[in-house]
Nanobody, 126 residues
């Protein structure tokens, strides 16, 4: 099973922007729906955004709709999350995840993803 490695996190001021990347080590990247999740201190992991295998379909959590954009470059085995107009409540550890062999739809449930990166921290200061 391939690895997922996130990068791009770091301290950002409220109102600022940040782009997260997630590189997959395996050649089956284009065969899996992918998702971004986040987990704030003391809270459960929550869905942020998901994207279909080819990138033609995307789904967003209401909290980030209109501010975040998920995309993928299958030629580079890379998933992205462009985050604009960041708010302090966006502070969390962000994880990318893959649904390997579990179907073709985009799920909002963390339990329906079976491959996870190690996470990257995004603190948003006021």
């Amino acid at each position: 099973q391939g690895r997922l490695v996130e990068s791009g996190g770091g301290l950002v001021q409220a109102g600022g922007s940040l782009t997260l990347s997630c590189v997959a080590s395996d050649r089956t990247f284009s065969s899996h729906p992918m998702g971004w999740f986040r987990q704030a201190p003391g809270k459960e992991r929550e869905f942020v955004a998901g994207i279909s295998m080819g990138g033609g379909s995307t789904v967003y959590a209401d909290a980030v709709k209109g501010r975040f954009t998920i995309s993928r470059d299958n030629a580079k085995n890379t998933l992205y999350l462009q985050m604009n107009s960041l708010k302090t409540e966006d502070t969390a550890v962000y994880y990318c995840a893959a649904r390997r062999g579990l179907g073709y739809y985009i799920s909002r449930s963390p339990s329906e993803y079976n491959s996870w990166g190690q996470g990257t921290q995004v603190p948003v200061s006021s």
